[in-house]
DNA sequence: AATGAATGAGAATTCATTCAT
DNA sequence: AATGAATGAATTCTCATTCAT
């Protein structure tokens, strides 16, 4: 039992390395394959095609993300606080995890199929908590209520997922921390209630 | 003479309405030629092979964008009302271009080839009035300065393109311009020179 | 395991019926692989390409001929004999294998990739008996040494090349063993050591 | 009128240039069409297809070739002279024309559809002088007449297409002329009318 | 006569998936 | 459960040849 999970493991662990290198189609199940030590057919004794291994792959991922989030705002006093932490892990993990980056941020994230999977909604909970953030911060007075919670999702995940997905496609050349703290701030400022006189 | 460019366009257009559906692996050559009403050979008359056709798209409409941006702000003063324009514009060029935008920002965008791109720069060059406009705010007064201008224009492109992008896999299914007022106000607050107070 | 030998092998005769037909680029390797009764794939799990294929027929046919070569030339005494042997075996192989003669004369032997092979230093070496022959009447005494080693090789091969070449070009129609004593007569002639009164 | 057979021979000029790298499939009009300074279909108003310019090549070098011959032959007196001198010019005369050799040896020579055409009986003419040569030779008795003629000619042609083609194939990396007097003289050795005692 | 744009047939090769062992 | 040989569909691109100008 443990086995076959091990197993399956190394086969997302094979995957992610080929996928964050080559997309969907340009990957080939025989490198996957020989790059978890296993033969071709043995990959279908686990998933039910390609493309459902492709699919697959964040769910692990997704869990580490959520649970270290999760893990970082622990203790945090302050919303304006957590917002800078939650910028800082989320660039820091995708810094530290580039290969599934790629795959996330290049491959997943704009592809239809995807969208449409059981796994993306998944994933769409793993940046609840910004959500659960903004809405504390709604609640205590200190984060805008003119503004649409969506349009604030979207400047929120918007300049983030632009950051990571620019440097990936500048091969991670850069320290793609280095502006965290504006980052922070920048974000902060915007999300700020408006005071009387504005 | 102007026959082989209405050729070439025609070509052109053809193509982005097939890669708008699939991606460059799985479009064929032959539903574009089909489409387009010649022969499949004809299509390497005018490009090389089916990425350089693929990475051909852009130009044309990345003049059409830039022009349109142009004009559109023709007129305008005031730094944050040409930022209400521009974000206005952005959002209105894909909804009235959903099928190049699902090519653009689901494809094209996140190749690592097209990046390495001559078009890719060019492209780029586009987006040139949003730097022109923050600088221009900066000197003003009216712009912080206080923040990395690379991260202005992460925040500016990213919560754009993250709501075009959203939308597009949505399928389009909602208005994209709703609240395009909310977003410029969100990103002219995040812009705005602090005041001493604060 | 020997199934896998078995299938190239049946490959292997396929694709000298083909190629004894048709040169490289016409020969397809659909017909190869439909008159091996196989799928077009599987080609490709025995053979890197079409001219990797081509490249090894050789192989096969030259151990054949090799070794009955050997086996002719055994309890053959004197030089003069072995080389009346030769000439014999030589035209009688092709007699009995014109398409590998085809294959071997008028495509292999003449293409600029296949002497830049391993195979071709292998073929060469089935020949390396006309070498050993001639080196034996050399120290002998009955096989003149006045004339480069090369010269000679050329000479014999030359004859019996071009013998077999044409035969093969005018489609087999004559009988090419019919003049092969004769041959053997004016070879011999030729490599004789000259009498002092010369 | 003149025009149109300068025309003919730069086209053949450019044929025999890029025929001379690439076989008769490989080879393509375009390039012989850019070689040679004109568009595409103007090939076409001078011969009927690829395979006809192709097979029209040796036309001109094969009257250059039997001139030549003629004239260099001309004012020898014995017929073992004159084979000698036959010998020079022919290696001679590759050695001065290798892309014409490459492609008369390794192309056309080998070629079933050429062997069939006009062109070739011509090509054919062209090595007459050697069949002279030996009836001169046999009627003045210093030629053996107990082996047959087209064994001769198989001889003398085998051995000197043989050097030719493997110089050719070896990228004419050595000095072809080298040998040329070991050559003629173990063919006179092997033409010479036996003397009783043999 | 010359052009060169357009044609479209044609073939090698890849690779996800199956299934007998 | 694991294997890996076999499958065969599917597609890009080339290029000789034509023909309207």
Redesign the pocket.
Known sequence: MSK?IT?RKSIIQAAIEVFSEKDLQS????EIAQKAG?????I??YFK??EDLFFSIPIEKTNEFRDQVQLHLEGITGVFNKIRKFVWYFLYFFKTNPEYGRLLMLELRVNKGFVKTETYNFLKQSVRSVWDIIEEGQKEGVIRTDVDIYVLRHLVLGILEHMVSRWLLKDAKYDILEHHQQVSQILIDALRSRTPDR
């Open positions: 076959k197993r990957a080939s199940i025989s296993i033969a071709n057919g043995t279908y004794q095609n390609k």
